[in-house]
T-cell receptor
Framework: GQSLEQPSEVTAVEGAIVQINCTYQ??????LSWYQQHDGGAPTFLSY????GLEETGRFSSFLSRSDSYGYLLLQELQMKDSASYFC??????????FGPGTRLSVLP | DGGITQSPKYLFRKEGQNVTLSCEQN?????MYWYRQDPGQGLRLIYY???????QKGDIAEGYSVSREKKESFPLTVTSAQKNPTAFYLC??????????FGPGTRLTVT
């Protein structure tokens, strides 16, 4: 089977840095992506990693270690608008996506 | 503007009725997906389609049906066999297996 694990909640203050971890078990792993979802809205794409290492996109970075079946999303210079749920998702070779349970990030003033 | 549209945004039905949710994309993507999301939960895959006239069951296909007669359209029917149909339904498309584009979602309430 396929499964992903993420912390259910993370809290941080404005301006801080927060890391959201994701571990996965899957067959035919192709890549790991991250999505942001505000309450009542649809998920929006943040980043994608197919190879080991760090990908940086503005204040957001994503890391992947294929050998450890582990990745994380790093959010820097947190802003109030970053309060949302964050999902990691595995793509397998069938171009099927499996989503994690999500991490709810609360940014405090 | 390219994107995915879902309609309606809110849908109310009586128990025992079938209901069809619309999903249209003009991104020219081959793959399309339907997810169900319950409050405070992640996304669960209902059905997906990699190409026209072909689709596969996801993890929770029971009580749902789909068709893919056109590349741009992937409607989902929630049948009366679905025991707990009230949920937020999200349609997505992809062309590279790296990124999914989501529609705004349909919030279905069945009473």
């Amino acid at each position: 089977g396929q499964s992903l694990e993420q912390p259910s909640e993370v809290t941080a203050v404005e301006g801080a840095i927060v890391q959201i971890n994701c571990t996965y078990q899957t067959s035919g792993f192709y890549g790991l992506s991250w999505y942001q979802q505000h309450d009542g809205g649809a998920p929006t794409f943040l980043s994608y990693n197919a190879l080991d290492g760090l990908e940086e996109t503005g204040r957001f970075s994503s890391f992947l270690s294929r050998s450890d079946s582990y990745g994380y999303l790093l959010l820097q210079e947190l802003q109030m608008k970053d309060s949302a749920s964050y999902f990691c998702a595995v793509t397998n070779y069938g171009q099927n996506f499996v989503f994690g349970p999500g991490t709810r990030l609360s940014v405090l003033p | 503007d390219g994107g995915i549209t879902q309609s309606p945004k809110y849908l109310f039905r009586k128990e025992g009725q079938n209901v069809t949710l619309s999903c249209e994309q003009n991104l020219n993507h081959d793959a399309m997906y339907w997810y169900r999301q319950d409050p405070g939960q992640g996304l669960r895959l209902i059905y997906y389609s990699q190409i026209v006239n072909d689709f596969q069951k996801g993890d929770i296909a029971e009580g749902y049906s789909v068709s893919r007669e056109k590349k741009e359209s992937f409607p989902l029917t929630v049948t009366s066999a679905q025991k707990n149909p009230t949920a937020f339904y999200l349609c997505a498309s992809s062309n590279d297996g790296e990124r999914q584009y989501f529609g705004p979602g349909t919030r279905l309430t069945v009473t």
